[in-house]
């Protein structure tokens, strides 16, 4: 069926590269998002990618899609404190109604 | 642009009470809004999804006569909690995507209704 996966905890120090991972079971995906929800808040669009896409890079965010391993990563360079958060990952599905299925979220944890 | 508002943010009411919570795009025409429900450290739910001017469509184990919604308009979503509960206690949050050609079916976020049932 269809599976999101994602690591539930990330820890950095500031400054350092976060690197997000995810992984999904559906090939049929179309776009692959992440988003970001700080707490008590609603989910921040972050970027999202095509599934016929690489790569994507938006400032301090770098998408990287391998489509044959159906793995999906989010890099944020020079994380800051600010930064700390939950993303989620979620694909889109041809023909499932727009739904998405969505990653239970990793917990990033910045660290000064 | 693609902004997404909820009122209101935060609601407690008694045992027995309904509540109603709104969801609109303030920016864009949104053609499908989604409800979710997120309970504490946990991803979210999807609830139901609904197209304007058409019946909602509910996820399995959701109680349509509990949880009504409404899309009257291409800017308004509505979900009312009927006889609430202490378990229907949780984070509500809306999303509004505008569908067709050109357009990427990306879902945009309100910020949440927090529902506490005493």
């Known amino acids: 069926g269809e599976d999101v996966e994602q690591s539930l905890f990330l820890s950095v120090r500031e400054g350092d590269s976060s690197v997000i991972n995810c992984t999904y079971t559906d090939s049929s995906s179309t776009y692959l998002y992440w988003y970001k929800q700080e707490p008590g808040a609603g989910l921040q669009l972050l970027t999202y990618?095509?599934?016929n896409m690489d790569m994507k890079q938006d400032q301090r965010l770098t998408v990287l899609l391998n489509k044959k391993d159906k793995h999906l990563s989010l890099r944020i360079a020079d994380t800051q404190t600010g930064d700390s958060a939950i993303y989620f990952c979620?694909?889109?599905?041809?023909?499932?109604?727009?739904?998405?299925?969505w990653g239970l979220g990793t917990s990033l944890a910045v660290n000064p | 642009g693609a902004v997404v508002s909820q009122h209101p943010s935060w609601v407690i009411c008694k045992s027995g009470t309904s509540v109603k919570i709104e969801c609109r795009s303030l920016?864009?025409?949104?053609?499908?809004m989604f409800w979710y429900r997120q309970f504490p450290k946990q991803s979210l739910m999807l609830m139901a999804t609904?197209?304007?001017?058409?019946?909602?469509?509910?996820e399995q184990g959701v109680e349509k006569d509990k949880f009504l919604i409404n899309h009257a308009s291409l800017t308004l979503s509505t979900l009312t909690v009927t006889s609430a509960h202490p378990e229907d206690s949780s984070f509500y949050i809306c999303?509004?995507?505008?569908?067709?050609?050109?357009?990427?079916?990306?879902?945009?976020f309100g910020p949440g209704t927090r529902l506490t049932v005493l």
């Open positions: 920016d864009f025409q949104a053609t499908t």
């Open positions: 979620a694909e889109s599905i041809t023909g499932n109604n727009r739904k998405l299925i």
């Open positions: 609904s197209n304007e001017g058409s019946k909602a469509t509910y």
């Open positions: 999303s509004a995507s505008h569908t067709g050609q050109g357009f990427t079916d990306t879902q945009y």
């Open positions: 990618i095509f599934s």
